[in-house]
């Protein structure tokens, strides 16, 4: 079994856009999601070259200042004769010795701020700043060494230590044991700084659990948290070795990362409201007029031309179909105008079809009259029959009440009274309601005429009852046209045929009755009906006709 789906153009062309324009939008999503982490990790891996440039200098800086603080320590003739107990001239020359190389270190080691000696042996203490330390500063910083050196520790292989002096984080190496110890120190505001690939790039020094031991406030003004990056600084950041401390970089991050994943996140939004826009003004340039056309070419003839296209193939199309349709309706008027002839010359004929024995019975009758020379009665009969032939005669297109109808009946049978000697009777009974009702002429005489005709016996007079009446339904209202007489009524093998409109019966006796069925349904339609039966009087003809129908008719001619 095939199935089959369907949808309308418009359904189509909205798939087809979102399957061409949502692979799109991911597609570009993805791409500018790769694109920023590439970019980044780009951005993150340039600053980490100069960053690994910065921490090798320094780590070589150190190292050197740490490599001549040992060579003092381990192989110095002043710095051995210092860890001895000498006398007290003996140990300032010593001191004073040692404080020479370390004034010469100070100007070539850049790195360094400060030297120290202590010897706990010979009482021996001498130190050396650069220029730029306040008194308090230095003696904040001599107590901090003297605590150091009490200590009787070997901080040989404790490498660089930081501590905190007056709020302020220094570096300090000692290197020596039993009491004598040589000390440099390195302040980290002075190291100096490189020439970095980032402007604005700030330098933090923080110990191995993650406190900032420089730049606080910078710290805490932008919020960072040295374990992670944020959105305005990528945090690049290694341990110095042999210390107990770790650099960091803090790279203010390019524009186009600040809120980097906010600026795709909207651009995101802002392409599907693009799209969406898209759609609308595609929905209501082309696929609504497209929409509307169609139920417009679907309706055809009856929708009027009511809206202007700004698509010049719309217009095109548009004024096609409206100038076919007003072909078609053109042909269309001319096919009815054809079709209302047709109809009006089958109903001449029709009509023309009048059996014409009853005129030649007239004739006969005014003859007999004539010899008889009653002059009166053939004056009435004349004028009975003048009536007659022009009732006859009339445009068969144009509806008769039923008050002329009958009318018309009763001067046929007073043409019969005239006539016969045993002329025929007629009794008429109308709804009140349905005097000004229409229907085509001859509908009720020709049934009349069937009765003078064939209900006739010689010693019996014919009656002829005419009964109409209103029927009320529920799809309408209806007359109810009964015709009875007194006669033998019709045969029983003729009744099958005359009630379902068997063209075999159209003899020269039905031809009458034939026409009559033949215009009722030009006219009415189905909604007619005509019966004929049997009861225990005779004969009887019922005609069932729409009233609502003829009335509209009516109105609208």
């Known amino acids: 079994m095939i199935r089959k789906y369907s949808a309308s153009f418009k359904m189509n062309v909205f798939r087809a856009l979102l399957l061409i324009t949502f692979p799109l939008i991911g597609m570009l999503l993805v791409f500018n999601f790769y694109s920023y982490y590439a970019y980044n990790e780009k951005f993150v891996e340039s600053n980490e070259q100069s960053f690994d440039l910065y921490a090798r200098n320094m780590q070589t800086d150190l190292d050197a200042v740490d490599k001549f603080l040992s060579n003092v320590a381990v192989s110095d003739y002043n710095y051995l004769t210092l860890n001895s107990p000498v006398n007290a001239l003996r140990a300032h020359v010593a001191s004073h010795e040692i404080m020479t190389q370390f004034n010469t270190a100070l100007n070539s080691y850049e790195v360094a701020n400060a030297f120290f000696i202590y010897s706990a042996v010979n009482n021996t203490y001498r130190d050396i700043f650069e220029s730029g330390y306040s008194y308090e500063t230095k003696e904040a910083i001599r107590q901090q060494m003297r605590t150091l050196t009490h200590a009787y520790e070997n901080h040989y292989y404790n490498g660089w230590l930081s501590f905190e002096v007056e709020g302020k984080a220094y570096l300090f190496r000692l290197l020596g044991k039993s009491g004598t110890y040589a000390a440099v120190m390195v302040d980290f505001d002075r190291i100096p700084s490189m020439d970095l690939v980032q402007k604005g790039t700030e330098v933090i020094y923080a110990n191995q659990q993650g406190v900032p031991l420089t730049n606080q406030q910078f710290i805490a003004d932008n919020r960072i948290r040295l374990t992670e990056s944020n959105d305005n600084f990528i945090l690049v950041g290694q341990p110095i070795h042999n210390t107990d401390i770790q650099l960091i970089f803090a790279v203010p991050k390019p524009g186009v990362f600040k809120g980097g994943l906010a600026l795709l996140f909207s651009l995101s939004l802002f392409t599907i409201l693009l799209v969406t826009i898209s759609l609308f003004f595609l929905n209501r340039s082309v696929l609504s007029p497209w929409h509307r056309l169609m139920t417009s070419i679907g309706k055809g003839s009856e929708q009027e031309r009511t809206e202007e296209y ?71 009969m004349i004028l009975a029959i003048s009536n007659h032939l022009r009732y006859n005669f009339k445009d068969n297109l144009q509806l008769v009440s039923l008050h002329q109808e009958v009318d018309h009946v009763l001067n046929y049978i007073r043409i019969q009274q005239i006539g016969l000697h045993n002329p025929p009777q007629c009794e008429c009974s109308i709804d009140s309601g349905l005097n000004d009702f229409v229907i085509p002429p001859l509908s009720i005489q020709a049934f009349v005429e069937n009765s003078v005709k064939y209900a006739m016996k010689p010693n019996e007079q014919l009656r002829i009852e005419i009964k109409i009446i209103l029927l009320e339904s529920d799809d309408g209202d209806y007359a109810d046209i009964i015709i009875q007489d007194n006669g033998d009524g019709f045969m029983d093998s003729i009744l099958p045929e005359l009630n379902h409109g068997d063209s075999s019966i159209h003899t020269d006796i039905h031809i009458g009755i034939s026409n009559v069925r033949h215009r009722l349904s030009m006219l009415y339609g189905e909604r007619a009906m005509l019966a004929f039966f049997n009861n225990d009087k005779g004969a009887v003809v019922e005609i069932i006709l729409p009233i609502n129908s003829r009335m509209k008719d009516k109105e609208e001619s």
């Open 310 to 380: 700004y698509i010049e193939e719309f217009k095109q199309v548009d004024a096609a179909f409206h100038h076919m349709t007003n072909q078609i309706n053109q042909l269309k008027i001319v096919a009815y105008e054809h079709e209302i002839e047709r109809q009006k010359a089958e109903l001449q004929h029709l009509q023309l079809q009048i059996r014409p024995h009853f005129f030649l019975n007239c004739l006969k009758s005014l003859y007999g009259m004539a010899q008889q020379q009653s002059y009166e009665r053939i004056q009435h």
